[in-house]
Every structure is written in structure tokens, then in C-alpha cells.
């Protein structure tokens, strides 16, 4: 006699939602770990200056707060 091969069950649709909800909550939680170190936010807060430097938009609006910085110097 010859034993029945056992065939692989595919997990239940249902199955597949929990695991992709769980390893989402995982990596939330890596994320929120790793969010909080202070060399990373410092990381993060000089590549969105160095983005946001690009803009003409933001270099206008640097240019006139350094006017403007002048324009009280020069009237104190």
C-alpha cells in the first residue's frame, strides 16, 4: 500500500488578512521605534532643509527674512 501524500493547505483568506495585519502592526512599531532616535530625526529634519532649500519659493522667503533682519537692525 502506498501512503497518501499529504497535500499543502493554502491558508484561508482570512488567514492571509491576519498575518498582513500583524506584520503591518510589526513594522508600525518598528517604525515608531526607530522614529524617536534623536540622530535619526536630525537626519531626517537637515534632508528636509536640504529638499526644501531647493525651491525657489523658500529661497525668496529666506532672502526676504534676512531684509527684513536687516531693516530692524538698521532701526535699532
Known sequence: MTAKKKKLKKP???GRIV???GAAGRDADLARRSASDPSF???VQ???RETLSKF???KHA???RERIEKAKKKKT
Open 46 to 48: 537637515s534632508d528636509r
Open 56 to 58: 525657489t519659493t523658500v
Open 19 to 21: 498575518d498582513a495585519i
Open 41 to 43: 530625526r536630525r537626519g
Open 12 to 14: 484561508s483568506a482570512l
Open 62 to 64: 529666506l532672502a526676504d
